[in-house]
């Protein structure tokens, strides 16, 4: 498991202009206000001091309200994993990445054929990604169309937990599965409050943009708050659709309704876990329809990354997608330029970075390896090159002098392996040895590695007896290692 690293080398806005976007965030907030159309948050709100237009379920906040409700959210949020390995501090300028959902069709590993994804491909999903190194924490990427929807929930989450021992994310559909996923992991974690003391799931839910907080999602983040769960509050503003066409106003978009979010937790439940969040992204010129592999998405990100340091906040970054139909060369630049601009900017988990493309409908086995790699060469670039005495070699350089190798030398045995980013997927053989083991390209060698992971038998990352009380206790769960 490669460690997480800080970084913060991409800074799109000047301090000035990081302040500016406060401002009007500010002013959105207070001025413009947000829909709530839940009764419950909208209460909430007006007891905490917003100022409500019951008419037309309007809540507006005043500038100290709103700092007082952010400064009590936690700056970091510690996402448990079930192994201590595992255990990722979201905050400040840390970096993680993972994969994000919840696509609707898997490219099937053994036909190539795109079809519907089932509950058999997030266990499958789970199993794969349990063994990338450069993946730290697991979102649920898929949605089990074979799954009736008030099963969904819990089936899910067991798909994560019982694959990998890395912290699992995902977001919900129903009050009930909040309950039933709470209830599972307490089982798993001897407790309540023992699984309060180390959450190894968190969930996500939403702001409607623009500027909307619906019945639906805010009941899900009551809920979660209410059980000290960690949250997610991401919203999806699209430049020219549903926020301003121009890449500031998209900030500003994201950053307001996000926060609303988050106040509605620390309302609810003081000192939840929550994180500011994005799905943020552009549109096709030609018929504003969304888009998820655009340069752009990957600056916007950036640039709330850094709003989400200027806050104090824990942040969920996109990027990492493609709008490309299958695994070939546009998946690749695509899917790297949003990586490393996230990575650059210090964005604390960018999620999305792993296996998906086809406007986010689709999920692929081979583009997670090949995401596995691409995440390994941003998260190096994110390192930057080490200035010290034995990084600039000197006296090496002095021993060998001119005209000699350094081949042989202890100082190259001593660093080859930190300085330099080993990769799994890239083939860098001569062209003849690369012939003659097949002439595969980067699609067949990332196709080749899943086959050679998913083709072992299942092992269950959760002891015998934990599985079976699990399984017991919720007959509704579906196990295709069973």
Same mark, same amino acid.
């Given at each position: 498991?490669?460690?997480?690293?800080? #970084?913060?080398?991409?800074?799109?806005?000047?301090?000035?202009?990081?302040?500016?976007?406060?401002?009007?965030?500010?002013?959105?907030?207070?001025?413009?206000?947000?829909?709530?159309?839940?009764?419950?948050?909208?209460?909430?709100?007006?007891?905490?001091?917003?100022?409500?237009?019951?008419?037309?379920?309007?809540?507006?906040?005043?500038?100290?309200?709103?700092?007082?409700?952010?400064?009590?959210?936690?700056?970091?949020?510690?996402?448990?994993?079930?192994?201590?390995?595992?255990? &990722?501090?979201?905050?400040?300028?840390?970096?993680?990445?993972?994969?994000?959902?919840?696509?609707?069709?898997?490219? $099937?590993?053994? %036909?190539?054929?795109?079809?519907?994804?089932?509950?058999?491909?997030?266990?499958?999903?789970?199993?794969? #990604?349990?063994?990338?190194?450069?993946?730290?924490?697991?979102?649920?990427?898929?949605?089990?169309?074979?799954?009736?929807?008030?099963?969904?929930?819990?089936?899910?989450?067991?798909?994560?937990?019982?694959?990998?021992?890395?912290?699992?994310?995902?977001?919900?559909?129903?009050?009930?599965?909040?309950?039933?996923?709470?209830?599972?992991?307490?089982?798993?974690?001897?407790?309540?409050?023992?699984?309060?003391?180390?959450?190894? &799931?968190?969930?996500? %839910? #939403?702001? &409607?943009?623009?500027?909307?907080?619906?019945?639906?999602?805010?009941?899900?983040?009551?809920?979660?708050?209410?059980?000290?769960?960690?949250?997610?509050?991401?919203?999806?503003?699209?430049?020219?659709? %549903?926020?301003?066409?121009?890449?500031?106003?998209?900030?500003?978009?994201? !950053?307001?309704?996000?926060?609303?979010?988050?106040?509605?937790?620390?309302?609810?439940?003081?000192?939840?876990?929550?994180?500011?969040?994005?799905?943020? =992204?552009?549109?096709?010129?030609?018929?504003? /329809?969304?888009? #998820?592999?655009?340069?752009?998405?990957?600056?916007?990100?950036?640039?709330?990354?850094?709003?989400?340091?200027?806050?104090?906040?824990?942040?969920?970054?996109?990027?990492?997608?493609? $709008?490309?139909?299958?695994?070939?060369?546009?998946?690749?630049?695509? =899917?790297?330029?949003?990586?490393?601009?996230?990575?650059?900017?210090?964005?604390?988990?960018?999620?999305?970075?792993?296996?998906?493309?086809?406007?986010?409908?689709?999920?692929?086995?081979?583009?997670?390896?090949?995401?596995?790699?691409?995440?390994?060469?941003?998260?190096?670039?994110?390192?930057?090159?080490?200035?010290?005495?034995?990084?600039?070699?000197?006296?090496?350089?002095?021993?060998?002098?001119?005209?000699? =190798?350094?081949?042989?030398?202890?100082?190259?045995?001593?660093?080859?392996?930190?300085?330099?980013?080993?990769?799994?997927?890239?083939?860098?053989?001569?062209?003849?040895?690369?012939?003659?083991?097949?002439?595969?390209?980067?699609? /067949?060698?990332?196709?080749?590695?899943?086959?050679?992971?998913?083709?072992?038998?299942?092992?269950?990352?959760?002891?015998?007896?934990?599985?079976?009380? !699990?399984?017991?206790?919720?007959?509704?769960?579906?196990?295709?290692?069973?």
């Amino acid at each position: 498991m490669k460690k997480t690293v800080r #970084c913060n080398r991409y800074r799109p806005f000047n301090d000035e202009q990081a302040k500016m976007v406060h401002e009007t965030v500010l002013r959105v907030l207070g001025e413009i206000g947000i829909e709530v159309n839940e009764e419950e948050a909208l209460e909430l709100f007006q007891k905490a001091g917003a100022k409500v237009d019951a008419d037309k379920s309007i809540a507006r906040f005043d500038s100290e309200l709103v700092m007082k409700l952010i400064n009590q959210a936690p700056s970091n949020v510690t996402l448990w994993g079930r192994e201590e390995k595992h255990k &990722i501090v979201l905050g400040e300028d840390r970096v993680c990445i993972g994969t994000g959902g919840t696509a609707i069709r898997v490219v $099937d590993l053994d %036909t190539g054929e795109t079809r519907a994804s089932e509950i058999r491909d997030l266990h499958d999903m789970a199993r794969l #990604c349990h063994h990338l190194d450069n993946l730290h924490l697991y979102m649920l990427p898929l949605y089990p169309n074979d799954i009736p929807k008030e099963n969904v929930d819990l089936n899910r989450f067991f798909s994560g937990i019982v694959n990998t021992t890395k912290h699992v994310m995902g977001g919900v559909y129903t009050v009930e599965g909040v309950r039933d996923v709470f209830e599972m992991c307490s089982l798993i974690a001897g407790s309540p409050d023992e699984f309060r003391k180390r959450p190894f &799931i968190s969930m996500i %839910t #939403c702001v &409607i943009s623009p500027l909307k907080m619906d019945s639906h999602y805010t009941k899900l983040m009551i809920e979660a708050a209410k059980h000290g769960i960690p949250v997610v509050c991401p919203a999806e503003p699209l430049c020219g659709a %549903t926020s301003p066409i121009t890449l500031a106003a998209n900030v500003v978009h994201q !950053v307001t309704e996000s926060l609303a979010g988050v106040m509605l937790t620390q309302i609810v439940n003081p000192g939840t876990p929550v994180i500011l969040g994005t799905v943020s =992204s552009t549109t096709d010129f030609r018929d504003m /329809r969304y888009i #998820c592999g655009g340069v752009e998405m990957g600056m916007i990100s950036a640039a709330e990354a850094q709003m989400a340091q200027f806050y104090g906040l824990p942040f969920y970054a996109v990027g990492g997608m493609s $709008d490309s139909k299958v695994v070939d060369a546009q998946a690749g630049y695509e =899917s790297a330029m949003t990586t490393l601009l996230n990575v650059l900017a210090g964005a604390n988990f960018v999620h999305d970075a792993i296996g998906l493309f086809d406007f986010a409908l689709t999920m692929s086995y081979e583009k997670c390896i090949m995401d596995n790699e691409i995440s390994g060469m941003a998260m190096r670039a994110a390192e930057g090159i080490r200035v010290d005495e034995e990084t600039l070699a000197f006296d090496v350089i002095k021993e060998v002098g001119p005209g000699g =190798s350094f081949i042989s030398h202890k100082h190259t045995a001593r660093n080859m392996r930190k300085e330099h980013f080993l990769p799994k997927l890239s083939d860098r053989n001569i062209r003849e040895k690369w012939a003659a083991q097949g002439g595969k390209d980067a699609a /067949r060698r990332a196709h080749d590695l899943a086959k050679k992971i998913l083709d072992r038998p299942p092992e269950p990352q959760l002891p015998a007896e934990k599985l079976s009380a !699990v399984t017991d206790r919720f007959p509704q769960i579906v196990y295709p290692a069973k």
